[in-house]
């Protein structure tokens, strides 16, 4: 095989990752750089870190025992995959100096930063739309 053989290969590869990656942003709708599952984060530097990386970041305080955080599991896992707003997931039992933090007396509790900065506080379970409309409200 000659060099420009080869290098129409790996020209051909390029071209066909770089529409792959873009199909799945402009396909899931998500902004490049936004995870599309949820992030577990476990610690308060992670927290910080990860709330301060993303423009609107949606944090639900859970625990493994909760019936009603159970519930809301799929909603947030949709919210992760079609909006562009980061979900970061955070257990109370593992994280109880960030639920103090947060004043979080009650799961699920439901918290939107915007640029780093707690925007809106939903307690209870509430429906995909709710959680949508609050993201984009931060998002324009």
């Given amino acids: 095989m000659s060099d420009e053989e080869l290098e129409s290969i790996r020209q051909q590869k390029r071209d ?5 990656i873009e199909g799945e942003a402009s396909e899931g709708g998500k902004s490049p750089g936004v995870p599309s599952e949820p992030v577990y984060v476990n ?3 992670a927290f910080e870190d990860t709330v301060s990386k993303y423009d609107v970041v949606l944090v639900d305080f859970y625990a493994d025992w909760c019936g009603p955080c159970k519930m809301l599991e799929p909603t947030v896992e949709r919210l992760a995959a079609e909006t562009d707003a980061a979900i970061v997931k955070v257990d109370i ?3 109880q100096q960030l639920a ?6 009650g799961v699920p509790t439901v918290m ?8 809106e ?3 209870g379970v509430r429906g995909y739309d709710d959680y949508e409309r609050l993201i984009d409200s ?3």
């Fill in 16 to 20: 066909e990752l770089a529409a792959k």
């Fill in 43 to 45: 610690g308060a530097e």
């Fill in 93 to 95: 039992d593992q994280n």
């Fill in 100 to 105: 103090m933090q947060y004043q979080v007396r």
């Fill in 112 to 119: 939107l930063f915007s640029d780093g900065q707690p925007a």
């Fill in 121 to 123: 506080r939903l307690v």
């Fill in 138 to 140: 931060l998002l324009a």
